[in-house]
């Protein structure tokens, strides 16, 4: 099994969101489904495969770098609060092994996002909702399998 879901919640995900100033209970949940979802709460820090993802919410490079230039170079508080996570270098490998940058990320990724966020506990909205922002029409995961995952690895 991944990394442990209390202690990404508690070491990981509420600090990197607050530092970013995003953290809402809603915000969390979803930030932690996606790692439950996409890599099984920190199994996999590399897409398996020959898929680009990279780091526990497995995001690609592409996104990486385009929420830099057309999201983040638009939101400079936001910004500096991102890059602050960073080691100064905000290059999309630092997704694999900076779990601070990687959530602040992923957290970035979803606030882009014009709809407003699900409910904290409605896990099945949360699974729609990463379905469509997140994995997208296009990709190979399934709102039901979010929630085996979510149930499998998310401790609750």
């Known amino acids: 099994m991944g990394i442990d879901p209390n202690q990404l919640r508690s070491l990981i995900i509420q600090p990197a969101l607050q530092a970013i100033g995003l ?3 809603a915000a969390e949940q979803l930030v932690l ?5 996409e890599s099984m709460c920190g199994t996999y820090i590399k897409q398996l495969g020959k898929g680009p993802a990279l780091g526990i919410y497995q995001m690609e490079p592409a996104t990486h770098n385009d929420l830099h230039v057309n999201f ?3 939101k400079r508080d936001l910004n500096v609060k ?3 996570l960073s080691l100064g270098i905000a290059k999309a490998e630092e997704l694999i092994w900076n779990l601070n940058y990687a959530t602040a990320m992923c957290r970035v990724h979803y ?3 014009k709809a407003p966020l699900p409910a904290v506990h409605d896990i099945r909205a949360q699974a729609r909702y990463w379905k469509k922002y997140y994995n997208t029409h296009l990709g190979a995961g399934t709102e039901e399998e979010y929630l085996k995952n979510w149930e499998r690895y998310s401790g609750e």
């Open 23 to 25: 953290w809402t209970p």
């Open 82 to 84: 991102v890059n602050n």
């Open 72 to 74: 983040l170079a638009f």
């Open 33 to 37: 489904g996606t790692a439950c979802q």
């Open 111 to 113: 606030f882009r996002i």
